[in-house]
């Protein structure tokens, strides 16, 4: 009876670990098959894969423009988005009264959960049309448009977790600080900000993270066509395109090699983006360690 | 009256009017500048949204009204509170504000950028609505120093207001997407939309398919992904013990939580594809692996709710750790799992990247198995995109988007919803 008990438990334990195991699998399943796919890419092109000649009926797979739209397009979305995310989550961390954190908080979370097809849709109706007048550009496809789109979408995360960080800072810091005579502000800037910096930085790069890996919504609004403009910091400029808006773009009607490359767009994404979320979790592990060793 | 005298006589005017007795006392002074520094923000902020120029005139009169309030308490700052040093950013505003008046409307409609080879403009009406928002901003910020004595507690005040103003812009967006398909979606929607095929490209009939499909992939995303993440939290909080182990563990679903949904995509293109085709099989697997990161955190947090004196209590009186997982940890941790798994399925719901390879086809007739293709409201909103312009979708459009985000945000509302209301207080 006892012994079967003990073996009974044995099973379980070992079922939750396979399951938890599971994921581990599922990278390594991940990386193996993109890199086999993108492999004879790698092979054909070597580190040319990194330039700027996209030719495919010549045998030319240079990604390089599409990386160059995808930072682009990310410093842009992060300009707007790191300075209203961390306003955002001081506002709600430090200043609102419960009642309007407890409204606002869930309303932004939400807005983190508007699927990226509907900003795309939204974008090609409303801001494109928007930019094409306000700019007086040829039309209104363009990285600025792209950059607007991520930036609007990245706002929410860093928000939501630069809000947990600075609400994760201990009390008795913040009281130490206001009993010294400082004020709210002079404690949210020297005090509060300094203390949280990591895990805001952890935010950051999630935000970051995401605006690399967004598709639909940036495919949409951009012309999508592999290249750099003339000059690379037109903005304007209705060509252009990102890693993952030119996989979604091209995939639909790509054979042959030209697959194989885009996979090999979609291995150097996936190692961008795992390196990321990695960093990301470094930093926010920093952060409770530091709370928790007080 | 000799002309040599009238300088002084103005003089003299001035003094008596800006006589310390006869000055307004500072909190009227102060709050009107903070009042229309506060319109001319505003103002630039809506000719920004909305693309309309207020006109020269009005530019004008808001700009000079600034600086004269701004006179006024430089005026004040310097004989009544004999602020020198602090005053001088007050000074250098004003004047900015006066040269703006004089400058602003001297602009051209246009700002070509064709000699940088740029095939674009700043229009009158973007530079000046972008320079009212600063000059605004700025004045709110300068108006309450004196208003505090420039203590501190200035800094603080305006501080707080530039924190309260982007928050109206962090919210902005959100009012305009909600608000747009609100109001153009809900006309499109009819009981007919929601049960007809689709007709014509999507320009009339309905979307039952897509609805449908939607409905299959995320019910076949939770059967894959909440047993498998809910086991794998427990394992993570209840079985392992600290080590490599754990932390590769975590590590990997950090990893997987980041990867862009379009690599998913690729995924089961390369895998799944292959083996079962373009089909609702393919779909949910890959969906069901995108999930799985976030139904692990979720679940992983309820559980480390629960406090630890519970567990062993329940070791006390002789259960064993199944039977005190089981009995005493997963009831109370119930809610927040439920959140968790409610809020990875809203996020597959509106996915359209990782299905739009492994599983939808536009117009995909009704499945009669797993090993079928199906429509899905996501994908079939992105196909209604790329048509508008070429066929009359648009109602159609955007009543689609609308149930799409009704749907999603209708999932995470419950979420939210069930961890505020069953919440479980130890």
Redesign the interface.
């Known amino acids: 009876m006892l012994l079967s008990r003990k073996i009974k438990e044995t099973i379980i334990k070992n079922i939750f670990f396979l399951s938890a195991a599971f994921s581990i699998l599922i990278i390594l399943f991940i990386f193996y098959f993109l890199f086999q796919q993108a492999f004879p890419a790698f092979q054909h092109s070597g580190l040319d894969i990194f330039g700027t000649n996209w030719n495919p009926p010549e045998g030319k797979y240079g990604i390089g423009a599409a990386i160059y739209g995808t930072i682009i397009v990310t410093i842009g979305a992060m300009i707007i988005a790191i300075p209203l995310g961390i306003a955002g989550a001081i506002f709600l961390s430090e200043l609102a009264p419960s009642y309007l954190r407890t409204t606002l908080k869930p309303i932004i979370e939400l807005l983190a959960g508007i699927p990226s097809i509907v900003f795309g849709f939204i974008g090609i109706i409303l801001l494109v049309g928007y930019l094409h007048l306000t700019f007086d550009m040829l039309s209104g496809y363009s990285y600025l448009a792209g950059a607007l789109i991520l930036g609007i979408m990245a706002v929410p995360i860093i928000v939501s977790m630069s809000d947990d960080a600075m609400k994760a800072v201990p009390r008795e810091i913040k009281e130490a600080s206001l009993a010294l005579g400082a004020t709210k502000w002079q404690t949210i800037k020297k005090v509060i900000m300094p203390t949280s910096i990591s895990g805001i930085s952890a935010a950051v790069i999630l935000g970051i993270g995401r605006a690399v890996g967004e598709t639909m919504a940036v495919s949409l609004v951009l012309g999508n066509i592999m290249k750099i403009p003339i000059p690379p910091w037109n903005i304007f400029e209705s060509k252009g395109t990102t890693v993952t808006s030119f996989i979604v773009t091209e995939m639909g009607e790509s054979s042959g090699l030209q697959t194989k490359a885009l996979f090999a767009s979609a291995v150097i994404l996936f190692i961008i983006v795992a390196i990321m979320s990695i960093s990301s979790n470094i930093l926010k592990q920093r952060v409770q360690k530091k709370f928790k060793g007080g | 009256m000799q002309i040599k005298k009238i300088p002084q006589y103005v003089l003299q005017t001035l003094k008596n009017t800006l006589n310390r007795e006869n000055l307004p006392p500072k909190k009227v002074l102060c709050y009107s500048s903070i009042f229309i520094s506060l319109v001319a923000a505003l103002l630039g902020f809506f000719s920004t949204v909305f693309?309309f120029y207020i006109g020269d005139i009005q530019l004008q009169i808001i700009l000079i009204t600034i600086g004269v309030l701004f006179c006024l308490l430089i005026y004040y700052s310097l004989i009544k509170l004999h602020k020198r040093k602090e005053s001088i950013s007050l000074i250098i505003f004003t004047c900015i504000v006066f040269f703006l008046a004089y400058a602003l409307p001297l602009i051209p409609p246009?700002y070509?950028?064709q000699q940088?080879?740029?095939?674009?403009?700043?229009?009158k009406f973007?530079i000046v609505s972008i320079l009212l928002v600063i000059v605004g901003i700025f004045g709110v910020s300068f108006a309450m120093k004196p208003l505090y004595n420039f203590t501190?507690?200035s800094?603080?005040s305006s501080?707080?207001f530039?924190?309260?103003f982007?928050?109206l812009?962090?919210?902005y967006?959100?009012v305009?997407?909600i608000g747009?398909?609100m109001i153009n979606g809900l006309g499109g929607i009819s009981w007919d939309f929601l049960t007809q095929d689709v007709i014509k490209h999507g320009a009339q009939g309905g979307i039952n398919h897509a609805l449908f499909g939607t409905f299959i992939v995320t019910i076949g995303t939770a059967i894959i992904a909440i047993?498998?993440g809910v086991?794998?939290a427990?394992?993570?909080i209840?079985?392992?013990k600290a080590g490599p182990?754990v932390r590769?563990?975590?590590?990997?679903?950090?990893?997987?939580?980041?990867?862009?949904?379009?690599?998913?995509?690729?995924?089961g293109?390369?895998?799944f594809v292959p083996i079962f085709g373009i089909s609702i099989l393919s779909g949910i697997l890959v969906m069901g692996?995108m999930t799985?990161?976030i139904v692990?955190r979720g679940s992983e947090e309820a559980l480390l709710c629960v406090p630890k004196s519970i567990r062993e209590g329940s070791y006390a009186v002789g259960a064993?750790?199944?039977q005190t997982i089981r009995r005493v940890v997963l009831p109370p941790a119930l809610p927040g799992i439920i959140t968790g798994a409610v809020?990875g399925l809203?996020?597959a719901?509106?996915?359209?990247?990782p299905i739009?390879?492994t599983a939808s086809i536009f117009m995909a007739p009704f499945p009669t198995s797993v090993f079928e293709p199906i429509q899905s409201l996501?994908f079939h909103?992105?196909q209604l995109?790329k048509y508008?312009g070429a066929y009359p979708v648009?109602q159609n459009?955007w009543a689609t988007?609308l149930l799409?985000?009704g749907i999603?945000?209708g999932m995470?509302?419950i979420a939210?919803i069930v961890r505020e209301k069953y919440r479980v207080e130890f």
């Open positions: 693309s246009k070509g950028l940088f080879e740029i095939n674009a403009a700043f229009l973007m501190s507690k800094n603080q501080a707080y530039i924190l309260t982007s928050l812009l962090i919210l967006p959100l305009v997407i747009n398909i047993p498998l086991a794998s427990i394992y993570l209840e079985y392992a182990i590769i563990i975590r590590i990997a679903a950090d990893i997987l939580q980041g990867i862009p949904s379009i690599v998913f995509g690729l995924f293109l390369a895998v692996f799985l990161p692990i064993t750790k199944w809020l809203g996020r719901a509106g996915e359209t990247a739009m390879f996501s909103l992105l995109t508008i648009e459009a988007a799409l985000i999603v945000l995470n509302a939210i």
